[in-house]
């Protein structure tokens, strides 16, 4: 079994989105723009409620699909469908916005600790003009695996310990792992080969080691907190923690290999197809 190396590592850059929502940004950022078949990852988190407070008001989407994966906090999401809910501590929701959605993700919550990530994942050009829908999973429904050790991992989609995740029926056949490691712990992790994956560490520290027989010619990559490793080509990944400990989102999809063109919540392949969202859009067809 090949082990995935880390090709680069992507710190996060602060930034904001929304309605000033303050945001640590790795896909989508100056150094990464996109990770086919991903498009954006950011963690939001943070126990002042002025920097979240104002939330995502309502905005279109088209195209693509967007993952909000709760830690702490609460957020209440709306969209033009009618469709509404309550997103809670670890909970998730997967948006298959397709031919065209509004959508808002407001908190409610005016003060204490909000913390998450949102993922948008690209869809491929058969797909970007199917009915919206949802998939929305309370914490006790995302099945949890005991990985040996004190190894803890929540299996959102794919597969982990011969568990299949919450989430199913989507294009690029994702993993999406979160995976928490006790202090000097290791856990080698499979992923699907030829699969685009990604590793990124929010608690903690964790290293990526590409050997399985702990020589001192191991290459170990130390990925810090709040740090995007971008694996290479393999079928698993070998993860390391030292005295801290640490916890990991690994993240994985079929690339589609397909053009992409973006004007800000349209994500399309070609500019007529841009165009023609702007229209519909304009024209109330969302």
Known sequence: MQLRGVKNLVPAIATSDGAGVKLNRTIGGPELDSLDPFLLLDEFGSEDGADYIAGFPDRPHRGFETVTYMLDGLMRHADSTG???????????????????????????????MRGFQLWVNLPAS???????????????????????????????????????????????PLYLDILL???????????????????????DVAVV???????????????????????????????????????LLIAGRPLGEPVV?????????????????????????
Not at 84 to 112: C, F, K, N, Y
Not at 157 to 172: F, H, K, T
Not at 217 to 241: C, F, I, K, Q, W
């Open 127 to 173: 797909d970007k003009m199917c009915a919206p829908r949802y998939q929305n999973l309370k914490s006790e429904e995302i099945p949890e695996v005991d990985g040996g050790a004190g190894v803890e991992i929540r299996v959102i989609a794919g597969e982990a310990g011969g568990i299949s995740g919450a989430v199913s029926g989507i294009a690029v056949e």
């Open 182 to 204: 006790p202090a000097e712990t290791e856990h080698v992790q499979p992923v699907p080969g030829g699969h685009t994956a990604l590793c990124y560490v929010f608690e903690g």
């Open 262 to 286: 973006r004007y800000g919540p349209f994500v399309m392949n070609t500019r007529e197809e841009i165009a023609q969202a702007i229209d519909d859009f304009r024209a109330g067809r969302f």
């Open 210 to 248: 590409d050997s399985d027989d702990n020589s001192a010619g191991d290459s170990v990559v130390e990925v810090p907190h709040h740090t995007l490793a971008v694996l290479g080509t393999g079928e698993a990944v070998r993860l390391r923690t030292g005295a801290d400990g640490g916890r990991v």
């Open 83 to 113: 469709a509404g809910g309550m997103l809670g501590p670890g909970a998730v929701q997967w948006m298959t916005a397709g031919r065209g959605i509004v959508h808002s993700e407001m908190p409610r919550q005016e003060d204490g600790l």
